[in-house]
């Protein structure tokens, strides 16, 4: 498969300041020794509960945070890799127009003083895309019109539209400059259920006739998977399991994937459970991290070793199936598969 990304040992580490004697009182590990790469027109999700370093991870991609240690790589259209920490200025801006991001929040990310027609044309002006103002506004009527909204919109503001309306001009703004990798920082969670279908369907859409990859960044696991190819499941700061949906779905190997699996609701009819599973205790402090395995304080299966000793990713795939990563020291002693039941048919 060709690759688009490939991120490694990445870690963003902040410090902890206290008082005017701003004295360092602990390192918070938001993200750290990161491995992942992603392939042309996929899509690899993000999951993990809020604070686990997601968000931190798209950011760094783009350096609107510096990492503190790692390396990434991103193959440009002509398959020219590019060590995305070593870029000056110029070469960043560039690559800003390949690589693109979508925010949560449709009604914070566009400037309510601008009409559609410069939000939208604003990147195309910046990186003198369009040569006079025709073409300028032919493209912006273009992209309305790849994310279906109607061209005669481009002199209205933002305030006019509904949060799914604002998401789909933060879309056509963000494929303006026709990147070949879409960070989206969960782009549905802050729509009403009833839109965030319209924008998946509209991100897939695009995905299919512009052959664009996506990071996709969420929480939700219905979503996650209708939408992505692969999975990655984050744990304060670190990937816990990696793989094809379908394996993280119905063949999970670690513990808080399937307490992941278990907490959330089940489409399903005949599967419904009068209760959600409670997932144990809170994620903890990314400047405490607890020793060994992290997520021991709310394991059910943690034993001794597991509150010495990290584990490490590996992959635990037989030779037909594609690889399937876990750090977790008992993996193949917890039979996990058996206690959980078919979860979200394909939507
Ligand atoms: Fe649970 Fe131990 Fe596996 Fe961590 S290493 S997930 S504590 S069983």
Redesign the pocket.
């Known amino acids: 498969m060709d690759r688009i990304l490939e991120v490694e040992n990445l870690k963003k580490y902040y410090q902890r300041i206290k008082g005017f004697s701003r004295k360092v009182i602990g390192t918070v590990k938001a993200v750290d020794s990161l491995s992942f790469s992603i392939n042309k027109k996929e899509t690899l999700a993000l999951v993990g509960e809020s604070g686990c370093g997601k968000t931190t991870i798209g950011r760094c991609i783009v350096r609107a945070v510096e990492p503190t240690d790692g390396k990434m790589s991103f193959f440009d259209s002509a398959g020219e890799k590019k060590d995305l920490l070593s870029l000056d200025f110029e070469q960043l801006k560039l690559i800003r127009r390949d690589i693109r991001m979508i925010f949560q929040d449709p009604f914070a990310s566009l400037n309510p003083r601008m009409t559609l027609m410069n939000i939208i044309g604003e990147p195309l002006k910046i990186h003198r895309i369009t040569k006079s103002s025709a073409e300028l506004k032919d493209r912006v009527a273009e992209l309305l019109k790849m994310v279906h909204l109607d061209p005669d919109y481009m002199n209205r503001y933002p305030h006019a539209f509904s949060g799914g309306q604002r998401q789909r001009i933060a879309i056509a703004r963000a494929l303006a400059l026709e990147p070949s990798l879409v960070i989206a920082d969960e782009p549905v969670s802050a729509l009403d259920v009833s839109v965030q279908a319209q924008i998946l369907n509209l991100m897939k859409e695009l995905q299919e006739k512009t052959n664009l990859a996506y990071l996709f960044i969420a929480h939700n696991l219905a979503v996650v998977r209708y939408q992505s190819d692969r999975i990655a499941v984050m744990y304060v700061g670190k990937i816990v399991e990696l793989s094809d949906k379908n394996q993280i779905f119905n063949r999970p190997q670690?513990?808080?994937t399937e307490t992941l699996l278990l907490a959330s609701p089940n489409p399903n009819p005949h599967e419904r459970h009068d209760k959600l599973h409670q997932v144990k205790g809170d994620i903890p402090d990314p400047a405490n991290r607890p020793t060994g395995?992290a997520?021991?304080p709310r394991?059910s299966?943690?034993?001794e070793k597991?509150k010495h000793e990290t584990?490490h990713l590996i992959d635990v795939s037989d030779e037909k199936t594609e690889p399937h990563l876990v750090a977790?020291?008992?993996?193949d002693e917890l039979n996990l598969l058996t206690k959980l039941p078919t979860r979200h048919p394909e939507a």
């Open positions: 670690h513990p808080y395995c997520f021991h394991c299966y943690a034993q597991c584990p977790c020291h008992y993996w």
